[in-house]
């Protein structure tokens, strides 16, 4: 079996602004984050503040929104929720000025409710809805009720997302994973719960991103039949690099501009309709960029799936045809966000950066396929170990044979004997006797 473990990293340089990418390059060699984690949380982030003000029309029947499912895939101490945090830090502010705004609404309604109880005559004001814009530990029942009131959209964030789908069907007997994929095609949704009656979310917004380990996607996503784990963007990072602490501080300037960029996306007019939906702006694509999508779609894209025999990837690839245009929108908006646009149309430039995009996160998929549908377990090794791996006997063999291939790599005897005691990549058939769980070929 090959194995393919070359990193591709994200076209961050060729898709973002200038001062998004110098900010970035920051991240990366003044706080140790990985640019894949920053880049793509940043890329989720945009489309959150979007949400459902501004949508991209390629005909009339296929239109879509900014929202996106991410995971950060990587080791324990690869270090995912710090660049997690600080790239979603100006989406957790408007959180606290929108929860801040709540709490000062209800404490109006609450005094002009005194005094018409106290006889004065007082103009009510509609009892204020909560209105946040990020969820963390959520149930499904709680997120719905939140995007009925929040109808420009939510954004779900946990550290873990296993802690998200560990919560399926914890309430009810449903399948909470057929309600995400709903959420994800913004499809109309009805609910009816003992709990909060019935009501409807008619236009779901809802983004998703968290961090998990190599071993425990394979327990959340492997075991989906019906679709769910192709709508999520997969950013797996499976080396050891643990960054070196330094001295140096983040530029405040480009802080700045960052922090203004998703200000204007904030500031995006919110056209309530009679049902209490947002009317989004959609965006048509320009002349030459529709053109660029479609030869991209027709001439590349749909041959590479027809060509393509491996089910797992077919599946999540195919995926990329709306994936495409949700890059594009969130692309183009955040061109305007940092003063290269007008977000009036959808240019080429934004839609040759998400067919970039679609390329690095096909590659993701195909290497994050391999460990869930092949169990190719030395993605999760160093290359040396990996190495060493392949040059092992396919049928049982002693210790004494493993350290004596190993010296071959010069690897060292307590190496190969730590290595051999990991269960994810070795069975212990006896007493000094070993067999590996990727037999090849």
């Not at 006997?393 to 291939?405: D, H, L, W």
């Amino acid at each position: 079996m090959e194995m393919n473990k070359k990193h591709s990293p994200f076209p961050y340089k060729e898709v973002y602004p200038l001062d998004l990418v110098t900010l970035i390059e920051e991240l990366e060699s003044k706080l140790g984050y990985a640019v894949d984690y920053t880049a793509a949380t940043f890329l989720v982030a945009f489309g959150a503040a979007i949400g459902n003000t501004t949508h991209i029309g390629f005909k009339k029947s296929f239109i879509e929104n900014a929202s996106l499912y991410c995971i950060l895939v990587g080791k324990p101490a690869r270090g995912k929720s710090a660049p997690l945090h600080y790239c979603l830090r100006n989406i957790f502010k408007r959180n606290n000025e929108l929860y801040n705004s709540y709490l000062e609404e209800v404490e109006e309604y609450k005094e002009l409710e005194a005094k018409k109880k106290a006889g004065e005559e007082v103009e009510m004001i509609k009892e204020p809805g909560l209105k946040v814009n990020v969820l963390n530990d959520t149930t499904l029942e709680t997120l719905l009720q939140c995007m009925q009131k929040q109808p420009r959209g939510l954004l779900v964030v946990n550290d873990e997302i296993k802690g998200l789908i560990a919560n399926f069907n914890r309430y009810n007997k449903g399948s909470d994973a057929e309600t995400f994929l709903s959420i994800w095609s913004h499809t109309p949704i009805s609910v009816t719960r003992k709990t909060s009656g019935h009501f409807q979310v008619n236009q779901p917004f809802c983004s998703i991103i968290g961090g998990t380990q190599p071993d425990v996607l394979k327990s959340i996503l492997g075991k989906a039949e019906n679709g769910f784990s192709d709508r999520w963007l997969l950013v797996p990072l499976f080396d050891n690099e643990i960054a070196e602490w330094n001295d140096f501080e983040i530029n405040e300037d480009l802080e700045e501009k960052v922090a203004s960029a998703f200000e204007k996306l904030f500031a995006l007019p919110e056209l309530v309709g009679l049902d209490d939906c947002l009317i989004p702006n959609v965006l048509e694509l320009t002349p030459e960029a529709r053109s660029t999508l479609i030869s991209w779609r027709n001439d590349l894209h749909r041959q590479q799936l027809l060509a393509n025999e491996h089910e797992t990837y077919v599946t999540a690839h195919s995926k990329m045809d709306i994936m495409v245009l949700r890059f594009a929108l969130i692309l183009e908006m955040i061109y305007f966000a940092f003063g290269e646009g007008n977000g009036t149309v959808v240019d080429t430039r934004a839609v040759n950066g998400a067919i970039r995009l679609v390329d690095y996160f096909k590659r993701q998929v195909e290497i994050t396929h391999q460990l869930i549908f092949e169990n190719d377990v030395r993605l999760l090794m160093s290359n040396e170990q990996a190495d060493l791996y392949v040059a092992l006997p396919n049928k049982e063999f002693k210790t004494s044979e493993a350290v004596q291939i190993a010296s071959t790599f010069n690897q060292s005897e307590w190496q190969v004997k730590r290595f051999l005691k990991k269960e994810k990549f070795f069975e212990k058939k006896s007493y000094g006797m070993w067999k590996k769980i990727l037999v090849e070929e």
